[in-house]
Nanobody, 124 residues
Framework: QVQLVESGGGLVQAGGSLRLSCAAS????????MGWFRQAPGKAREFVAG????????VYADSVKGRFIGSRDNAKNMVYLQMNSLKPEDTAVYYC?????????????????WGQGTQVTVSS
């Protein structure tokens, strides 16, 4: 079983940046697809970014493409989401997730393990 703990959320003004971190424990994640998702109040959870096990490829939601950068450090069992040019509509709880079968980069249903989430609030 994989335990995931996100950190780095907070309050930031529009146009600012934040870097989220996801620390994995109990198992190494170097063969797992890792993803970032978010959920805003009253809305469904949505895909943000998916990173292949090697980190060689990352897929982004159109809404964050060009602003967010997903990365991973398998040696440290860590996953990151650099968020730049933040907008008020990026306000949400952000979740890190692991897909141990690497079936899909974008489908939340294929991710078995989830962190507890970290709140990101972007003020206008």
């Amino acid at each position: 079983q994989v335990q995931l703990v996100e950190s780095g959320g907070g309050l930031v003004q529009a146009g600012g940046s934040l870097r989220l971190s996801c620390a994995a424990s109990r198992r190494t994640i170097n063969r797992y697809t890792m993803g970032w998702f978010r959920q805003a109040p009253g809305k469904a959870r949505e895909f943000v970014a998916g990173i292949t096990w090697s980190g060689g490829s990352t897929v982004y939601a159109d809404s964050v493409k060009g602003r967010f950068i997903g990365s991973r450090d398998n040696a440290k069992n860590m996953v990151y989401l650099q968020m730049n040019s933040l907008k008020p509509e990026d306000t949400a709880v952000y979740y890190c997730a692991a897909d141990t079968w690497s079936r899909s980069l974008t489908d939340a249903n294929e991710y078995e393990y989830w962190g507890q989430g970290t709140q990101v609030t972007v003020s206008s």
